[in-house]
């Protein structure tokens, strides 16, 4: 190939990989800011030793056809054949070549964040509603799926999360606690739109607080997007306010509604021998399977 004299291919389309090219490659990943790891760099030893073997033009009817990529594709090193583009959190070469860890796929980024090697990160955090009535929490997570099931012809339907009636994310907890202390419920819930959360005591007429000063309800947004978080507090609880209490969530599309009891002790009844008390309630954050759910966040 006398072309390729001189390091590269005077006709573009044909083959780059040329010793003294990989040589450099070696050295610059490596020494520079990536810590070692056997796992990720993996991978772009093996495209070295790969590149070092295909000294041959570029035959595009040779070349492989990908199958599964979940983040598209993009061409190969050599500019020659198509390949799987990186996912969401794989390693990438920053300078947005395909060159060693690999190039990003659509809607993808390379960033670096501080500590780590640098990763692919979608550039919208937009929600989607898909056509198959999920909620995707921007559009690379939605390309996955898209990529993953081409039969479904899933397609946007708008931007947005898809309308859902609320779900309670987080319930309030059963509570005891003795006279005097102060309680306090919370619901976590999530819809689109959002929801609005009321208070009420089983058995008792009208919302709380109603005309309780000891009793008060706040809520917000959040923890996370598209959700509101409600507390109902009740200060220096009373024997009168031992009962079920209950969160109700409601939007347009629908409505929620989680149940949590209090029970208020004298100190008397404290100390009495034999008292067998409920465990502590979980705290939230023993909580783990509230955060976690894959389609709303
Ligand atoms: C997807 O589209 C193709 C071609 O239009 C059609 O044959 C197929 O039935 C569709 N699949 C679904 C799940 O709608
Ligand atoms: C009772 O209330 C106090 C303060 O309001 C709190 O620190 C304590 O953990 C509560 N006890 C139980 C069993 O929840």
Known sequence: ??????????????????????????????????????????????????????????????????????????????????????????????????????????HLECQLEAGD??????????????????TYAQICKFLEVFHAHPEANLTVAHEGPCESEPQILSPPYDVWNVTGQDVIFGCEVFAYPMASIEWRKEGAE????????????????????????????IQGVRVTDEGTYRCFARNRVGEAAALASLTVLTPDQLTMPGLSLPRPRPGPEDDAESEESEDYY
């Open 206 to 233: 009208g919302l709380l607080p109603g005309a309780h000063p000891h009793i008060s309800a706040q809520f917000r947004g959040g923890p996370q997007k598209y959700e509101v978080t409600g507390w109902l507090q």
């Open 117 to 134: 090697p640098p990763h692919c990160a979608c550039r919208s955090s937009q929600a989607l509603c898909g056509s198959d009535g999920r």
């Open 1 to 106: 190939f006398p072309s390729l004299v001189g390091g590269f291919p005077s006709t573009p389309g044909h083959v780059l990989p040329v010793p003294a090219l990989g040589a450099d490659r070696i050295s610059r990943p490596v020494s520079a800011r990536t810590p070692t790891g056997p796992d990720y760099l993996q991978r772009g030893w093996q495209r070295l030793l790969e590149e070092g073997e295909s000294w041959v033009a570029c035959r595009p009817e040779e070349c492989p056809t990908p199958r599964g990529c979940l983040a598209g594709m993009v061409r190969d090193p050599c500019d020659c054949c198509w390949e799987c583009a990186n996912l969401e959190g794989q390693i990438c070469d920053l300078d947005n070549t395909n060159h060693f860890y690999g190039q990003c796929g659509d």
